[in-house]
């Protein structure tokens, strides 16, 4: 065809119905504009997720008991004669006397002579059992144990001037009045082995280790418990199949998809079992399938044929019809469907170590704010599918497993763990979220730092 | 006012700019999205959506085509999102397997009209490859890109496209000897 031909198509102007008007695309923009603001939310609430459990990573050593301080408080009997506080507690007989309904507790607090860098420590340490301490509270008859508590508030604090700093404790189940906790819920729950009161447990061992803190070096003690960050290296597999062989749906769609994902995490140790933090992750998400599309069709049909008119009288003249007919049939298209998406984002960890029966399990949930990297191909459900175009789109996952610990070494854990783990992102033309949940499993290296 | 003077005004939101925009260009863009949707209804919406994010990315206009090439290729767009939307297969065949058709010398006899009207009772996968290719200028490369299909689907959807519409001359001209 000739270039005139082209450029006639090309210029040629149409007139639209009266629907569509100036007016009308400013009212249209408008609305884009709020459904926009309505998507930076979204993304919004994300970050702020984010930067909530960088926070979290960050804050200080919660007041809440961590699992080297129960274990602490909950020692036999210690005395180390390089300690300066002194901690005494009323006997049982006093305790007796002592347990009235307003019993409040006195602490006196002493200048500290001493300079040596421990002291500051023992100090905090000391505030933190301070804390721990109920100063009012009411009588119960059902709970002796807290009964022993509300006397044991009566402690007295000392901080004498003595050259060498001193911890001493008037014997394990006073010490552990002082949390206000039973030896039996004085347990430390380790990462890969169950708890066992009154012995020193160090969470990654493969052993239980007994030892005499009276042959570590000042402080070394708490310094060996100190609560620490863990580096977890996670990867996790799952897989949602997509059948459906329903007549009465046009379209439908038989595939199975995949997903891969790798996880760096950091997480902080908030006691008592809790875990928290962040890391990064990347994943591949994957779908192959078949589509079936039955659709009615209308097909049209142009006959041309000439038609000759004679009329008596006059000239024999010819008419030119142009017949369209159209008709309707049902057609069946089938094709392979294939899409691949693939994302980083920003876990937002949680952990919770349980010790069930003899081992240790472990409850993980974690949410993910994410972007996808690339997407390419057709994006299906059992009835439906979406060629993706747009590589940068929002995405939003959640994961939970739940699986044993299993210690490898005095360093490193694995957690095997069956996940279900939630994936959506929002596709970017119609803004609608698009998810699937996928069953899988999953495969977690615990390492202490 | 010149081009560059519409486009800047435009960008600064002032309302006259924009309306001298769309009363310029809006009946030949509702002629090209007639071109590539199914029915008038689809056109009209593809033609406001088309201005919307015209008015919305004008700002991205660098100056380096016309601003017409710019408006259509993103009324192109539109429309190849509204097709995708509705699930149109394009099935991608060998080359080889097609025969083309002798010459276009058939297609120089008709008018736009005729030819528009043709073009638009091609079917949907044929219509929008062959749009781009034979009207827009478009690359078979380019319109692969923009459609998310090969390069082979497109050249194999042009063919096919030709070969349709040679049948329906054929037809007519059968018609008329």
Same mark, same amino acid.
């Given at each position: 065809?000739?270039?005139?031909?082209?450029?006639?198509?090309?210029?040629?102007?149409?007139?639209?119905?009266?629907?569509?008007?100036?007016?009308?695309?400013?009212?249209?923009?408008?609305?884009?504009?709020?459904?926009?603001?309505?998507?930076?939310?979204?993304?919004?609430?994300?970050?702020?997720?984010?930067?909530?459990?960088?926070?979290?990573?960050?804050?200080?050593?919660?007041?809440?008991?961590?699992?080297?301080?129960?274990?602490?408080?909950?020692?036999?009997?210690?005395?180390?004669?390089?300690?300066?506080?002194?901690?005494?507690?009323?006997?049982?007989?006093?305790?007796?006397?002592?347990?009235?309904?307003?019993?409040?507790?006195?602490?006196?607090?002493?200048?500290?002579?001493?300079?040596?860098?421990?002291?500051?420590?023992?100090?905090?340490?000391?505030?933190?059992?301070?804390?721990?301490?109920?100063?009012?509270?009411?009588?119960?008859?059902?709970?002796?144990?807290?009964?022993?508590?509300?006397?044991?508030?009566?402690?007295?604090?000392?901080?004498?001037?003595?050259?060498?700093?001193?911890?001493?404790?008037?014997?394990?189940?006073?010490?552990?009045?002082?949390?206000?906790?039973?030896?039996?819920?004085?347990?430390?729950?380790?990462?890969?082995?169950?708890?066992?009161?009154?012995?020193?447990?160090?969470?990654?061992?493969?052993?239980?280790?007994?030892?005499?803190?009276?042959?570590?070096?000042?402080?070394?003690?708490?310094?060996?418990?100190?609560?620490?960050?863990?580096?977890?290296?996670?990867?996790?597999?799952?897989?949602?199949?997509?059948?459906?062989?329903?007549?009465?749906?046009?379209?439908?769609?038989?595939?199975?998809?995949?997903?891969?994902?790798?996880?760096?995490?950091?997480?902080?140790?908030?006691?008592?079992?809790?875990?928290?933090?962040?890391?990064?992750?990347?994943?591949?998400?994957?779908?192959?399938?078949?589509?079936?599309?039955?659709?009615?069709?209308?097909?049209?049909?142009?006959?041309?044929?000439?038609?000759?008119?004679?009329?008596?009288?006059?000239?024999?003249?010819?008419?030119?019809?142009?017949?369209?007919?159209?008709?309707?049939?049902?057609?069946?298209?089938?094709?392979?469907?294939?899409?691949?998406?693939?994302?980083?984002?920003?876990?937002?960890?949680?952990?919770?170590?349980?010790?069930?029966?003899?081992?240790?399990?472990?409850?993980?949930?974690?949410?993910?704010?994410?972007?996808?990297?690339?997407?390419?191909?057709?994006?299906?459900?059992?009835?439906?599918?979406?060629?993706?175009?747009?590589?940068?789109?929002?995405?939003?996952?959640?994961?939970?497993?739940?699986?044993?610990?299993?210690?490898?070494?005095?360093?490193?854990?694995?957690?095997?763990?069956?996940?279900?783990?939630?994936?959506?992102?929002?596709?970017?033309?119609?803004?609608?979220?698009?998810?699937?949940?996928?069953?899988?499993?999953?495969?977690?290296?615990?390492?202490?730092? | 006012?010149?081009? &560059?003077?519409?486009?800047?005004?435009?960008?600064?939101?002032?309302?006259?700019? &924009?309306e001298i925009l769309w009363s310029q260009y809006s009946q030949k863009l509702f002629s090209l999205a007639m071109r590539y949707c199914q029915n008038q209804e689809e056109a009209e919406d593809a033609l406001m959506e088309s201005f919307v994010k015209i008015y919305n990315n004008l700002s991205k206009f660098r100056f380096q085509s016309s601003l017409e090439t710019w408006m259509r290729r993103v009324t192109v767009n539109v429309c190849i999102n509204k097709i995708r939307a509705r699930k149109v297969s394009f099935d991608s065949i060998d080359d080889k397997a097609i025969e083309l058709p002798s010459s276009d010398k058939a297609f120089e006899r008709l008018h736009v009209e005729q030819l528009l009207k043709l073009v638009g009772l091609l079917p949907e996968g044929y219509k929008a490859v062959f749009n781009m290719y034979a009207i827009e200028g478009y690359s078979h490369k380019e319109i692969a890109q923009t459609m998310g299909i090969d390069e082979g689907t497109s050249r194999s959807q042009f063919a096919k496209a030709r070969k349709a519409l040679q049948s329906m001359l054929d037809k007519w001209e059968g018609g008329k000897s």
């Amino acid at each position: 065809m000739s270039e005139f031909q082209w450029d006639h198509l090309r210029e040629a102007e149409m007139t639209y119905s009266s629907r569509v008007s100036f007016d009308k695309v400013m009212e249209m923009r408008e609305e884009k504009k709020k459904r926009r603001v309505l998507f930076w939310w979204f993304s919004s609430a994300g970050l702020l997720l984010v930067g909530l459990g960088t926070l979290c990573l960050l804050w200080p050593t919660p007041s809440a008991p961590l699992a080297s301080e129960v274990a602490l408080t909950s020692s036999p009997s210690v005395i180390k004669p390089s300690e300066s506080a002194v901690v005494s507690t009323p006997r049982s007989s006093e305790l007796e006397s002592s347990s009235t309904p307003s019993a409040k507790s006195t602490i006196k607090s002493q200048p500290i002579v001493n300079s040596e860098p421990n002291q500051e420590k023992l100090n905090r340490l000391s505030d933190k059992l301070a804390m721990s301490i109920p100063v009012e509270a009411p009588e119960d008859r059902d709970a002796p144990w807290l009964n022993e508590r509300r006397a044991a508030s009566n402690i007295e604090f000392a901080h004498s001037g003595v050259q060498h700093n001193r911890l001493a404790m008037g014997n394990g189940a006073e010490g552990s009045a002082l949390m206000g906790r039973k030896d039996m819920a004085s347990q430390v729950y380790s990462l890969g082995l169950s708890p066992s009161y009154a012995e020193w447990l160090d969470p990654f061992a493969l052993r239980h280790e007994y030892f005499d803190d009276r042959l570590l070096p000042d402080n070394d003690l708490r310094n060996r418990f100190k609560p620490s960050l863990y580096a977890e290296f996670t990867a996790f597999t799952g897989s949602h199949n997509a059948i459906n062989f329903d007549n009465r749906d046009n379209l439908s769609v038989l595939g199975t998809q995949y997903h891969a994902h790798y996880q760096f995490a950091i997480l902080k140790d908030l006691g008592n079992g809790h875990l928290a933090g962040l890391g990064l992750a990347y994943g591949e998400w994957v779908g192959n399938g078949q589509y079936r599309d039955r659709r009615l069709e209308t097909f049209t049909e142009i006959d041309t044929f000439q038609v000759v008119v004679m009329i008596p009288g006059q000239p024999v003249q010819t008419v030119e019809v142009i017949d369209t007919n159209t008709f309707t049939e049902w057609s069946e298209t089938t094709g392979t469907l294939n899409y691949k998406i693939s994302k980083v984002s920003i876990p937002l960890a949680y952990r919770k170590y349980l010790p069930l029966g003899k081992s240790v399990w472990r409850l993980s949930a974690q949410l993910c704010p994410g972007m996808t990297t690339r997407t390419e191909g057709s994006y299906f459900s059992r009835t439906d599918y979406l060629p993706l175009s747009i590589q940068r789109q929002f995405t939003f996952d959640g994961r939970l497993a739940f699986g044993p610990s299993v210690p490898v070494s005095n360093v490193w854990t694995i957690v095997l763990e069956p996940n279900l783990f939630a994936q959506s992102f929002v596709e970017a033309q119609t803004r609608v979220a698009k998810a699937k949940l996928f069953s899988g499993f999953g495969v977690s290296l615990v390492g202490k730092l | 006012m010149t081009e &560059q003077e519409l486009v800047e005004g435009c960008i600064k939101e002032d309302r006259k700019c &924009q309306e001298i925009l769309w009363s310029q260009y809006s009946q030949k863009l509702f002629s090209l999205a007639m071109r590539y949707c199914q029915n008038q209804e689809e056109a009209e919406d593809a033609l406001m959506e088309s201005f919307v994010k015209i008015y919305n990315n004008l700002s991205k206009f660098r100056f380096q085509s016309s601003l017409e090439t710019w408006m259509r290729r993103v009324t192109v767009n539109v429309c190849i999102n509204k097709i995708r939307a509705r699930k149109v297969s394009f099935d991608s065949i060998d080359d080889k397997a097609i025969e083309l058709p002798s010459s276009d010398k058939a297609f120089e006899r008709l008018h736009v009209e005729q030819l528009l009207k043709l073009v638009g009772l091609l079917p949907e996968g044929y219509k929008a490859v062959f749009n781009m290719y034979a009207i827009e200028g478009y690359s078979h490369k380019e319109i692969a890109q923009t459609m998310g299909i090969d390069e082979g689907t497109s050249r194999s959807q042009f063919a096919k496209a030709r070969k349709a519409l040679q049948s329906m001359l054929d037809k007519w001209e059968g018609g008329k000897s």
